[in-house]
């Protein structure tokens, strides 16, 4: 295999390790714990694995003698950098516990668990893999495991191999998924032992316990590296607004980050516009606004930063969302719905059906945006919001305005667009030291708890903005992040997804500053990720971060 | 000014010099040169700068004396990285000479020259752009200095200025129009020197003297970086196409290089697909055949990189795009062209009024990207061809063809897209180690240059694959470079533009490795730049420039 000088040069990094990690490790177990909400629910539902204590680890003095361990290791759902360090922490974690100890990986995500799709992870085999990006190395999937009948099938390739622990690494579903697997083993006394990873670029997996999902660092630090750049060419150029839709799902922590390192003129977040329940025509008011001040002082350029999940947070828009969805019904295909109405009148034969509020709404949108909404459907007859060129949507309907308001000489400046979608630059990015390092913990944590004989944690590497030597390493029960929420319908127990919070400090230190950011151009150029070099600039992990725990 | 961790460090950088500008210089003048080609063009419309010798630098033993001099710098066309760095090697050569030399820059392109709009550049005003990309400190602008005018214009405010040497930072047709300039001062004795120097990120602008333009190392190892990562995304997730279109206007040479950097899929190079005159449909036949093969090995996924002047280099849309300009005729507005066309017969009513064989073409076109080439015109009523999404036009063509294949069960994969443009991430980008040298030493070689009194010549840097030190400085006479091309209907001098060469190494690096590459998975992924480690990670230049040393 031909590797890039890059690859060649970080195959020999040694991920840096918390002190409690690098010799023998002592538990340390805190107090029993409750869910975060909906107690009496989680704890029915999960009787042998509610109400664990923290573990913390700290040095031990004298190492332990264990077993040797079969353990299996999953990939879920979509990739983020460091994937490869997590598994690389296990197989070394439990190597050190025992040098027979064997790892497993199932291929191609959860699924690999059901259908018997494996290889085994030798220490040659993984050699090409360490602080690599990517998920490649066994591949990853979004399967489900949500029904017994697919525990019981996976229950008996672990048999098989004699896997004692599996490691599932995850967001919040996979991890709310994990703890009913550990659940529903233990309840079995199958004596598979189940941990969870935190993983998502998304950011939305966090709380008290869990400082940060791992990839998040990376991929941001990848969209801030371009977002810089772009920002340098309109600042040279001096004839673009580049409006960036930035992946990240519901919540806006990429955005909010990414703004952070880079100081944009405009940054909207999702989690504000629901707050505030501005309308599409409010939010491109803000848009316009901003262009005509930067006209003002003859800047006909500036950079605008758009979360990928916002249109579901505009109430309008999920409104009209539910009544599109609603009309054009399920499995009907467009064809048939449209039948005897003409091209041209289809558009206003699907505005007399809705509301009229929705109705008004849609009547707004450019042309493009209002065919992706109602002929771009998925299977089950929804408008694919993930689609939806939100970037262009907003570009648009400021153009129309700004327009308006040149007719009534109200904007004397030019406003010339780019667009931008980043996320699949971000996923498989190789992963910056701090999550090289994050990770490689966070696998190594997996391994301790595994020998300790514990199930239904979750790897917890926290006090993440001080050196790697200082982080505190443990397990926190996923229970004790758990709640009940309404899922098709259903009341299921989930790990809480973590929005932006409002009255949180990265969220407040952006809106001290993004008035200024606005109309001044106030430029930060991250850019791109370094390995080497001064410690400043190549071990620090995100503003975001940084701004949390200094307001602890 | 709030600068970023990596800005801070990396101001502290000092770029490498060939040991040739360390010190004292000598000048070594070679014999005369001769254009090209067109010599006897060339020679009479540059009797004062025609048939100069190349000069080659070397190591002086005692240190002249220089007058104070004053010199002005423009940044002409499009961003590069490392054009900051050119100034600050002028600055600080000039400042050599004597330390009472001053540099003015001139604002917003050549532009800036013809209405006396400048700032004099100071060594305070320079610290905070060193080492970083961008044009932003004088800005750039795409004022063409072609007229008499301009230049009697520009030397009004040079003369008041006390200015005796301008540098021209451009590509090709700046660097043309900076010898102009320079034969039309000296034909006025005007005393004022002109030297250019080569700038560009697409790389068109080498020859045998210029072995590189700045900008094509930095910018070529971003879309690297994100090439790699998106290919490792897509080797994880294994669903996806990705299809990128690469900037770089009518050569090919970014979209080569990115692709000896990371070995994606599938190539396209325009000067190929013009040399073998390949159509529209034999195009999307090859790709979807790689399609097909990596699918027949279970790999319903891949990545293409397409090169952003393709569609003019495919001779039946040349043809096309210039029926189109000449149908849908200057200053026409497209509400008067199909006034009383129905908008659903808009289409069929161009076809009927163009040749059948361009006819033929356009009905195969994607309806989307056929409205973008009849309504989306530039205000000469040209088709756009920058705006034309030709990524989407191959995905959505291919798409249809492996539909076909399919219902003749001849395709059973899958095949799903995502689009990507890289451009602008690109351009503004901090410079590489190897941009950041070889633009301060352009610059430190154009200060010698006019130290010398030299006018009509374009610094020179050659040797680059070596350690900087042992890099060959010098100048080149601009018209050495020229022959005589049409432009709008005339014959005029130019430096001949350089495509990429189908008997050239890097070409057929890439010819002898593309099958492989196509159904193997053999990408690498460069990762991104590097400003301090290994030197083999942060050093080295492009494998365009390994390949084309070492087949000397």
């Given amino acids: 295999m031909t590797i890039s000088a890059l690859q060649k040069a970080r195959a020999q990094y040694q991920p840096k390790l918390p002190k409690s990690l690098k010799g023998a490790v002592k538990l340390v177990e805190g107090t029993a714990t409750e869910s975060v909400a909906d107690q009496e629910d989680i704890k029915d539902l999960f009787p042998n694995t509610y109400g664990m204590p923290i573990i913390t680890f700290e040095e031990g003095t004298d190492a332990e003698k264990f077993s040797a ?4 290791v999953i990939l879920s759902g979509g990739q983020a950098p460091g994937g490869h360090n997590v598994i690389s922490g296990i197989f070394d974690g439990i190597k050190k516990l025992n040098a027979d100890s064997k790892l497993y990986g199932f291929l191609g995500g959860p699924g690999g668990l059901v259908d018997h799709d494996y290889i085994e992870i030798t220490a040659e085999y993984l050699e090409a893999y360490r602080n690599t990006g990517g998920f490649d190395i066994i591949g990853s999937g979004r ?9 019981d099938k ?6 098989k191999l004699d896997i004692k622990a599996l490691v599932v690494i995850g967001g919040d579903d996979s991890n709310t998924n994990a703890c009913v697997l550990a659940e529903y083993y233990a309840a079995k006394k199958a ?11 998304d950011g939305d997996l966090k709380n008290e316990m869990i400082e940060t999902s791992f990839g998040f660092d990376t991929a ?21 607004w580049h409006f960036i839709k930035l992946m990240g799902r519901s919540a806006s922590h990429i955005g909010l980050e990414a703004a952070l390192q880079t100081q944009p003129n405009i940054t909207l977040i999702s989690e504000e516009v629901a707050e505030k329940k501005q309308t599409l025509d409010e939010i491109v008011e803000y848009m316009a606004s901003i262009v005509i001040k930067r006209a003002e002082n003859g ?5 605008a930063l758009i979360p990928e999940g916002l249109i579901e947070f505009i109430p309008e828009m999920k409104i009209l969302i539910g009544e599109l969805n609603d009309l054009l019904a399920e499995g009907t295909k467009t064809a048939e719905i449209f039948q005897g109405v003409k091209r041209s009148y289809r558009r206003e034969w699907v505005a007399e059906k809705i509301s009229a509020e929705s109705a008004a709404v849609f009547r707004s949108l450019p042309s493009g945006i209002a065919n992706q909404l109602t002929l771009d459907r998925d299977p089950h007859g929804n408008v694919q919001v993930s689609l939806i060129e939100t970037e262009k949507l907003l570009g648009e309907m400021v153009k129309a305005k700004l327009a308006e308001l040149a007719e009534k000489g109200e904007f004397k400046g030019k406003f010339g667009t780019q667009y931008h979608f980043f996320g699949y630059e971000g996923r498989c990015a190789a992963p910056s030291n701090f999550d090289a390092d994050y990770c490689y913990s966070l696998g190594t944590t997996a391994s301790v708890l595994i020998g300790e004989g514990k199930t239904g944690y979750m790897s917890s590497v926290r006090n993440t903005t001080s050196p790697a030597e200082d982080w505190i390493a443990g397990g926190v029960p996923i229970t004790q992040m758990m709640n009940m929420e309404r899922r098709h319908g259903h009341m299921k127990p989930v790990i809480q997804k973590a929005l932006v919070e409002l009255d949180g400090a990265p969220y407040k230190y952006l809106l001290a500053n993004r008035d200024k950011w606005a109309t001044e151009t106030s430029y930060l150029y991250p850019g791109p990720i370094q390995y080497w070099g001064p410690s400043e600039v190549c071990d620090l992990t995100t503003v975001t971060l940084k701004l949390e725990q200094e307001a602890k």
């Fill in 143 to 151: 399967t489900k495991l949500e029904e017994e009948a697919q525990f």
């Fill in 154 to 159: 996976g229950l008996e390739i672990l048999k």
């Fill in 299 to 303: 800047d006909n350029f500036g950079v």
């Fill in 69 to 72: 361990v079969n353990v299996g």
């Fill in 220 to 240: 941001v630090k990848v969209y801030a590296e371009l977002i810089g750049n772009i920002q340098r060419d309109a600042n040279s150029a001096k004839k673009y």
């Fill in 191 to 201: 004596g598979v032992q189940v941990i969870g990873c935190p993983k998502t670029i």
